[in-house]
């Protein structure tokens, strides 16, 4: 036993300290897509939760079922006018959430290489600052969904 237990910790340390990618440590979760009609891009929405104890960038997304694909945030002004703008990055704290949902961080998903439809699934890979990806099944809802 006392052995096993010293041929244990030898292994642990001899192992090569395996980093875990900004990737790995990101849980994405209720991940969909309001489809708009027409030609009119749609948002794309996910929660991101960061497992692990350092911050995870998202720098990038791309899908093969659009042709365009960018990271944006809305925001409203006081006068109550809405307007959006593309980000370079986005960031999740270590051990922290962040949520893309309308009116407020998004996916802008423009020029759809092939119709689709409510219900249908779509990959959409996230891209991270150290050169990890993540591709994630978002589902295809109709305009009028909410949440
Ligand atoms: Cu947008």
Known sequence: MKRYLLWLGLTAL???????TQADQIKASHAWIRLLPADLPAGGYVTLDNQGSSAATLVSVHSAAYASAMLHQSTTDPAGNSDMHMLDRLI?????????????????LQQATH???PGDTVDITLDFADGSHQRVPFQVRPAN???
């Open 14 to 20: 001899l192992a090569p300290a395996v980093q875990a």
């Open 92 to 108: 999740v704290p270590a051990h922290g959430q962040v949520s893309l949902a309308p009116a407020g961080y998004h996916l802008m």
């Open 115 to 117: 119709a689709l439809k």
């Open 145 to 147: 969904a909410t949440d």
